[in-house]
C-alpha cells in the first residue's frame, strides 16, 4: 500500500505553488489546479498519467493559521544524485533554507544520497536518491575500464 497524498497547510498558498513549481516538474509531477480554481481541497500535483498519489497544499481546514510540522518531513524520490544536487541549489535559490547540503547519509542507509530544506513557510522536506544511481568520477572511470578490460579479455579468450 502506497499513500494517496500529502497534504501541507499554507499561510500563501500562491506563493508555496510557486515555490513547487521550480521543482515538482523536474520530478515528473504536474500541477492538476489552478490556485485560483482550487477551492477548499487545494492544489495539488501529481505524475501526469496517474491520479494518485498527490502532492497538495492548502489552507488548514479548521481555520486556524498554518503552523510547522516538527518532526514532519516529506521526502520527494528523484532520479539520481545529480537531479538532487541540481534541484537542492534551485529550491535554494527560490527562498528554500539549507537544512543539510547534498550527500551521503550513512547513518540511514548506505545508500542514501539526500539534501535537505525547508520551504519559505518553514515545511520540511528533503531530497532523495539511492546512491547507487549516483555515479561518481571515479565510479564512471572504474566501470569504463572493467568494460575495456572485460572486452580486451573476451577478444583473447575467442582468438
Known sequence: M??????????DVKGLVTFYDVLLPRLGWVRGVEPDEAGPAGVFWRHAD???PQFVVSKPFDGRPATVGNGSQVSFLADSGETVDSLWADAIRAGAT??????????YASDFYAAYCRDPEVTSYALFT????????????LRNWTRRLTSGLRRCIVH
Open 50 to 52: 496517474r491520479r494518485w
Open 130 to 141: 539511492p546512491a547507487t544511481k549516483r555515479a561518481s568520477a571515479v565510479d564512471t572511470c
Open 98 to 107: 539549507d537544512e543539510g547540503r547534498p550527500g551521503l547519509r550513512p547513518q
Open 2 to 11: 502506497t499513500y494517496a497524498h500529502i497534504q501541507i497547510g499554507a499561510r
